[in-house]
Each structure stands twice: as C-alpha cells, then as structure tokens.
C-alpha cells in the first residue's frame, strides 16, 4: 500500500512540475525530492491509528462488558 502512495505522489508531483515548466523525471523525483520528516512522521502516525481502528471495530478487537451493578456489593 505505502509503495502505491508513493508512486501515484510521484506520478503527480511529475505532472504538475510539467504544468510549472520543470521536467524533472519520475527517478529524480522519487530519488532527490524534499519531503520533510514532519510529512513522514504523520503519514505513518496516520496509518498506525486506522490500523488500530480498523483492529478496534473487528469482532475480535472491541469487547464491551456489561455489569449489573446491583447484583454486586459494594
């Protein structure tokens, strides 16, 4: 999943540098293109919380269990 996120950025940060008046390849890009740890950081944060998400809604990940709390003692 992650290397096709990459691919379709490249492929678009190559279209609009043509719209701009760059021709800079898909391997230049791929290869010398800035892309700010910060930017990093919360893709990966990002996908950690729907995975866990994701994890969470499943049969087995969300359990709720129901007291009677007037069937226990105090």
């Keep these: 999943m992650e290397r096709r996120l990459v691919d379709l950025r490249t492929d678009l ?3 609009l540098g043509v719209a701009v008046g ?10 010398q293109f ?3 740890q910060y930017h990093v950081d919360v893709e990966l944060e990002q996908m950690q919380i729907r995975k ?3 994890k ?4 087995d990940g969300l359990r709720v ?5 007037a ?3 105090m």
Aim: hydrophobic share 35%.
């Design 52 to 54: 866990q998400f994701a």
């Design 71 to 73: 069937a226990r003692p």
């Design 22 to 31: 760059y021709d800079h390849t898909i391997d230049y890009i791929k290869t």
């Design 13 to 15: 940060y190559q279209l």
């Design 56 to 59: 969470a809604i499943t049969d």
């Design 65 to 69: 269990l129901l007291v009677d709390r």
């Design 34 to 36: 800035y892309n700010p």
